[in-house]
Nanobody
Framework: GQLVESGGGLVQPGGSLRLSCAAS????????MSWYRQAPGKERELVAA????????NYAASVKGRFTISRDNAKNMVYLQMNSLKPEDTAVYYC??????????WGQGTQVTVSS
């Protein structure tokens, strides 16, 4: 299986970005999906997660109310809509696919930089 992220870039504080993660090579609709991020010198942290059917989501406290995770099982895609971005959101963002909390696939990551 493979995950490929896209949509990262440079954005000003207060701006928005939409990250996409394309899945292939596995039964996407059977996997819970998550977005993680890793800033320089920091550990990788969970940003948002969504269950396999999309019925439940959860968010890190630092992004709640600003970020929205969604998925389209017909297209094998998961998204992260990021609004009101802050400099502290700067990181490499990764998607992953898991079953019963065991992560089976990671993407290569996409850089998000929030700076004026």
């Amino acid at each position: 299986g493979q995950l490929v992220e896209s949509g990262g870039g440079l954005v000003q504080p207060g701006g928005s970005l939409r990250l996409s993660c394309a899945a292939s090579g596995f039964t996407f609709s059977s996997y819970d999906m998550s977005w993680y991020r890793q800033a320089p010198g920091k550990e990788r942290e969970l940003v948002a997660a969504i269950t396999s059917a999309g019925g439940s989501t959860n968010y890190a406290a630092s992004v709640k109310g600003r970020f929205t995770i969604s998925r389209d099982n017909a297209k094998n895609m998961v998204y992260l809509q990021m609004n009101s971005l802050k400099p502290e959101d700067t990181a490499v963002y990764y998607c992953n696919a898991a079953v019963r909390r065991i992560i089976y696939y990671w993407g290569q990551g996409t850089q998000v930089t929030v700076s004026s």
